[in-house]
């Protein structure tokens, strides 16, 4: 432990200065007598130091046990990547004398029809483009149509539109309800 005094610095020994504490405590409890207030506080205070002492020997005995088990679950996952890695470099080295070999005759079937699979599969793709590509050309040619039709009912509409005056004519609706309306006021006025 190191500490200063003005400009002066010292360095001491915790196991310096318990002893030192330790032998003042023993001094006062043997000068004063066993009875003494100032003895039994002395008593007092070691047994605290020895209680606090024992709590503190049971955390670090805690943690060198956590430490010990760390480092041996430490050693253990490092021998198994020094395992894997082994068995990687195995298997690397197996697939690379796999490639070097000639294939088998069931091994270049296999690679035939998986060829001719993916051959077949960009065939259809091919066809399926040609298909859409002329539902697309009807698809459009249906939308002209429609669009055409469209201008020849808006014209038509046009030309059948009814106007009265300089507003345009009433619906059906709003000439029942008006028809409605007048022929109650008109039963009305007959009856009073």
């Not at 430490?74 to 000639?102: C, F, K, Y």
């Not at 469209?150 to 507003?167: E, M, P, V």
Request: net charge positive; charged share 20%; with cysteine.
């Amino acid at each position: 432990m190191d500490f200063s005094i003005g400009s002066r610095h010292y360095h001491v020994s915790l196991l310096v200065l318990l002893a030192v504490a330790l032998g003042l405590l023993w001094a006062s409890t043997r000068a004063g007598g066993a009875d003494s207030e100032p003895s039994q506080a002395w008593m007092a205070t070691k047994d605290k130091f020895h209680a606090s002492l024992r709590v503190l020997w049971g955390e670090t005995a805690l943690h060198l046990h956590h430490e010990a088990r760390l480092r041996q679950d430490t050693a253990q996952l490092s021998r198994n990547l020094q395992v894997a890695w082994h068995q990687i470099e195995g298997l690397v080295t197996s697939m690379d004398s796999l490639h070097r070999q000639p294939l088998t005759p069931e091994v270049r079937r296999y690679a035939e029809a998986c060829g001719e699979s993916i051959n077949n599969c960009t065939e259809r793709a091919g066809l399926l483009a040609q298909a859409l590509e002329t539902e697309h050309a009807r698809a459009n040619l249906a939308i002209t149509r429609v669009a055409r039709a469209d201008s020849i009912i808006a014209a038509g509409l046009k030309a059948t539109d009814c106007r009265w005056l300089l507003f345009k004519c009433p619906s059906r609706t709003a000439i029942g309800v008006v028809t409605f309306t007048l022929g109650a006021l008109a039963a009305l006025a007959a009856t009073h």
